[in-house]
């Protein structure tokens, strides 16, 4: 029997439906194969995402080093703290991976952490709240040092991870600290955090001394090893390059530790140091206070600004080494030809000289420069004549950048638009320049005529690589003056230091010769004029040794020190100048100068002798006799036979019996201790320097045991008597400057109607008839006290209006 067939509908839509997707499959299938991608997204780069690992390779940031490689900037290892909070992080109970107990682990914490037991745990609290696998501390839990790394790992605190990371390192601390600047982390926008230049070079070299990081990749399982004979990738990181400078970390630290010295004792708001190589132009130290230690920021304030670039000052009377020079080339230097000190009238306004305008007397020029006469100044340039002088201004490089490889430089501004604005220039008032451009004019003087261009960076090279990418060389700014001028004006500098009347006594070295010139400029106020009192002034010092042949140049400007009634501004400048200048130079190894001039002889054996005959013998040789005892035999000598004594000076001589003390005023430290020595008396010697004052007075006889103390001072409050004497003249010249100033007030009053500029400098001096002693220094150190510097009366001109409103700005 023959079977009906019979179609299933319903079997046959079954077929249809599988064979649809089963065709719908195979066609996925050969579509993946065919393009690799699924919804537009690669299967191999899902897979690497999954599976493929990369680890960053962090570049070191370049280092920052003095000229002989000596590090001032450098990244130094440092850890970040992390807490596991992740349960799966343990794989063995007995072995936790994880934070098991948070309170406990943040009560540990709170030990090693610069943070509170509080918010440690709020931070471990909020992690296991939100289901984090890990947390982080911030700051507290960054720049963790290798040794406390290794305390906390000790401690055995379960989850805790420390991950390498670097940090910011100025080994120095309080280091050139606005010109090195800082760098620090910051944090980008995803999350990870870059080492950025903020301040100083390392803001402004910041993309140099950045590297690249580099990165490693590799393989691993879903679990997080690493898969066998998977290949793996490595591009190095690339470190930044050094940035090696012209500064001397030792002389830097001779500067930075008479400064903060100076800065404990006299607090005074500002002071700004140069140390250069005038031969060069390289730049071996530099300084400033107030200012803040690089590696916490402490002491940082609003001011920002490397004051020895980008601050303008009124230099005062260093500006007087160049007007000198000026003449001295022109030929109208006569040192031996005399004037009238005291007052000079110009057009109607008179300027004084420093001791409330008396003067002393009629004075050789070059005794108007010993003692800083602002009259020998106004008649220097009357000699060669107020444009040709102005002309030496501009040779010397003020009014304009002298180019320094450092950014935001000043220029000053030398004002010359009316003849008293020449004149008060040539003193060194009302115009304003940089101490990097007194540096770099001075720098002339002390290098023969040739003025060098002051520069910081010695060069920025590759430490991996070799490459050098900047490398400085010395370059000449110019000609100002002749070889035989500049030996002149320092000839005539060094007279300064020298001279019985000369200002700069104080800043005396014990064995070089030193040629500069003092300053004690004005301090402008806010609303106009000056600030007025004994300590409100800018004392300063450009000064160069040794004066025959200068190896440094140095500038210190200390402003409105808080010094006492027995001593001057002049004080503080001299205390860092002449320590940086007499280390510095010893360490460089400069010979001192005394060594060939000095004449010695040798000592003979006096023991035995008598003291009468011995005394006979070392006279003639030129030596001082001092006799300890009351005996007439020597017994013991100093110094001992064969050794060498200089002319002139002390042999001391024992003799047994009781001892009456010498007078030990200027006796040095090593003098005192060989008289102790020799003499069993008990000195007890305070301070440096030499001998000042003694407890117990000349010729007394002194018991044994009996203490006597003597107090040392250093040279340049070694001059009682000068100093009462000038004292007194202070005194007298501050009553003259009182009358003075009442009377110009009292004109002020009576003043016209302003005139335009061509009105005023026609009718100038019929119109001045108001006159003003402009003083502008006090060269008031201890060994000469001399008066202070006032503005004893205000001009009625237009003329000496518009030199009072453009001598207020001091910075720029």
Known sequence: MKKKFRFQGGAFLLFLLFAGLFFLLLTRIVTIQATGEVEG?????????????????????????????????????TYKLVAVLDESATQKASDPRHVVDVEETAEKLAGYLDASEESILETLKQGVEKDRYQVEFGSAGREISHTKMLEMKEANIPGLLFVRDLKRLYPNGVFASHLIGYAMKEELKDGETKTTGRMGLESIHNEVLTGKNGKMEFDTDKWGFLLPNSESAVTPAEDGSDVQLTLDRTLQNFLEDAMSGVQEEYDPTRMIAVVADPKTGEILAMSQRPTFNPNTREGLSDNWLNESIELTIEPGSPMKMFTLAAAIEEGKWDPNAVYNSGTYNLLGITIGDHNGGRGWGTISFLEGIQRSSNVSMAYLLERMGADTFMKYVDAFGFGKQTGIDLPKEATGKILDQYPINKLTTAYGQGSTVTPIQMIQAASAIANDGVMMKPYVIDQIKNKDTGKVTVKSEPEEAGKPVSAETAEKVREVLASTVTSEVGSARGFALQDYTIAGKTGTAQVPKEGGGYLKGRNNYLFSFLGMAPADDPELLIYIGVQQPNVPADEYGSVPVAKIFTS????????????????AEATTMPVEEYTGKSVAEATEELTELGVEVVVTGDQSEVVAQYPENEDTVLKGGKVILKTAGKTALPDFTGWSKRELLAYQSLSGLALEIAGQGYVLTQSIAEGEIVEDNEPVVIELHPPEIYYPAQAQEDAAEEDDGEQLLEEEAAKGFEAES??????TDTEATETEAQTSETPTVETEEVEATTEEATTEEATTEEATTDEAEATETETEETTE
């Open 750 to 755: 009576e003043q016209q109607e302003p005139q």
């Open 580 to 595: 940086v200048m007499e280390n510095s130079l010893k360490y460089l190894n400069i010979e001192p100068e005394n060594m």
């Open 41 to 77: 997204q690669e299967l191999a780069a899902r897979a690497a995402a999954k599976y493929s690992q990369e680890e960053v390779l962090t570049a070191e940031r370049g280092r920052i080093i003095d000229r002989s490689g000596e590090v001032i900037a450098e990244d130094t290892l």
